[in-house]
């Protein structure tokens, strides 16, 4: 990089040794944790409020902001996504989802992604690099900044999905601390509860996490009921099988607080994991394993050249229906932002040209 330091990531006690650093009083670093936290200013420019000498020391050794957004894609249903680009010209996806009640905004934990899940177009970029604690906050502040305004406080919740490209728990420290700071009541003030982080099942961190306290919640991508479909389906599966997945998910069970889930997701292909014998399986899986869970049916996102297409609406309901009647709380995740490439599964850096394609200039 760029030797500058990347603001954005500090919490704001680190914000106040770093001001320290530079012999300035401790308010001023409370001044600019709040000016990029609770404000979402990116330049230090705008942050009129310090000195201009010291805005001026600041341009010169740190930054306010590192993503540029190359291109903002705007869904019939609302769905927003943004391409942005790392200081060293790496994507970065983020996709903005409005709902009646809460906002929710997936973000990515890495460029790329190392795991090879079949179903995923994401595989397909491999692994660029893991993004640290400052382009996981900035992400946050892009989409807010664009959906109400610089500064402008979310008219509803903000809910966080990590569940954009890349493995979250593969970049474990640097997303728990982009957690950190965005729950900090002087900045975002989105607290863990508000975070759900998505795991195609990295045993080792799971355990972490469930050691981890003020923790975000945690969904499994299962995607298959067997070992041996779910080694073809997503080879992360050879490495932690199915029994050792599952035994990791049970001891993070006991820290669930009271009305808290375990999310188990599973992408529906058809003719490959929807049958009513794989329903069963499933159920049976999780049933043995006597997990507090729900499971969430996410319909497969198609994407050229992607092998696979979604179940139908009937197979979809079909394979809820078994697995309701063994007891497993099933919901049907609707797709959104299919059209512009914003949906689960389908992030891989995708310049489309369709007119809801908007260009914005640097930031
Ligand atoms: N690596 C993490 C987070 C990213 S994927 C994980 O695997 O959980 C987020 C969710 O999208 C996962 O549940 C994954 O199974 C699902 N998904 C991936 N590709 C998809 C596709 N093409 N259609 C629908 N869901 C997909």
């Known amino acids: 990089m760029d030797k500058a330091v990347q603001l954005t990531g500090l919490t704001r006690p680190e914000m106040l040794s770093f001001v320290e650093t530079l012999g300035e009083p401790a308010y001023r670093g409370r001044q600019l944790f709040a000016a990029l936290q609770n404000r979402r200013l990116r330049s230090f420019d705008d942050i009129t409020d310090l000195p201009k000498d010291f805005?001026?020391?600041?341009?010169?050794?740190?930054?306010?902001?590192?993503?540029?957004?190359?291109?903002?894609y705007v869904s019939d249903d609302g769905t927003r996504r943004y391409l942005m680009k790392t200081h060293d010209s790496l994507p970065v996806e983020t996709v903005f989802i409005p709902e009646e009640r809460r906002d929710t905004i997936c973000f990515s934990s890495q460029s790329g992604c190392p795991l090879q899940c079949t179903f995923c177009l994401t595989a397909q970029l491999g692994l660029l690099r893991s993004l640290t604690a400052g382009e996981i906050?900035?992400?946050i502040q892009v989409a807010l900044n664009d959906a109400y305004g610089v500064g402008v406080k979310p008219p509803r919740g903000t809910n966080l999905v990590a569940m954009g490209a890349g493995e979250p728990l593969l970049n474990l420290d640097q997303l728990l601390k982009a957690l950190r700071v965005m729950a900090d009541p002087q900045g975002m003030h989105i607290v863990p509860n508000r975070v759900t982080v998505s795991t195609a099942g990295v045993v080792p961190r799971i355990l972490d996490l469930a050691n981890t306290s003020d923790r975000p919640h945690l969904a499994i991508s299962l995607?298959?009921?067997?070992?041996?479909?779910?080694?073809?389906?997503?080879?992360?599966?050879?490495?932690?099988?199915l029994d050792e997945l599952l035994s990791a998910c049970k001891v993070f069970e006991k820290t669930l607080?009271?009305?808290?889930?375990?999310?188990?997701?599973?992408?529906?292909l058809d003719g490959v994991n929807d049958s009513d014998e794989q329903a069963r399986q499933l159920a049976n899986l999780l049933n043995r394993h006597t997990?507090?869970?729900?499971?969430?049916?996410i319909p497969h996102n198609a994407a050229d050249p992607l092998p696979y297409q979604p179940s139908s609406d009937e197979r979809v309901d079909r394979f809820k229906n078994i697995l309701e009647s063994k007891g497993?709380?099933?919901?049907?995740?609707?797709?959104r932002g299919r059209d512009i490439f914003a949906a689960c599964g389908q992030l891989a850096a995708r310049q489309t040209t369709l007119n809801t394609r908007i260009q914005i200039g640097a930031n």
């Open 55 to 72: 805005r001026g020391q600041l341009n010169e050794i740190a930054r306010a902001a590192t993503l540029k957004i190359e291109s903002r």
């Open 137 to 139: 906050v900035e992400q």
């Open 223 to 241: 995607a298959a009921p067997t070992d041996e479909l779910r080694n073809e389906l997503m080879p992360i599966n050879k490495r932690w099988p």
């Open 257 to 268: 607080k009271p009305a808290e889930r375990l999310t188990f997701e599973y992408v529906m």
């Open 291 to 297: 997990i507090k869970s729900k499971v969430n049916l």
């Open 328 to 335: 497993i709380h099933t919901y049907v995740r609707r797709p």
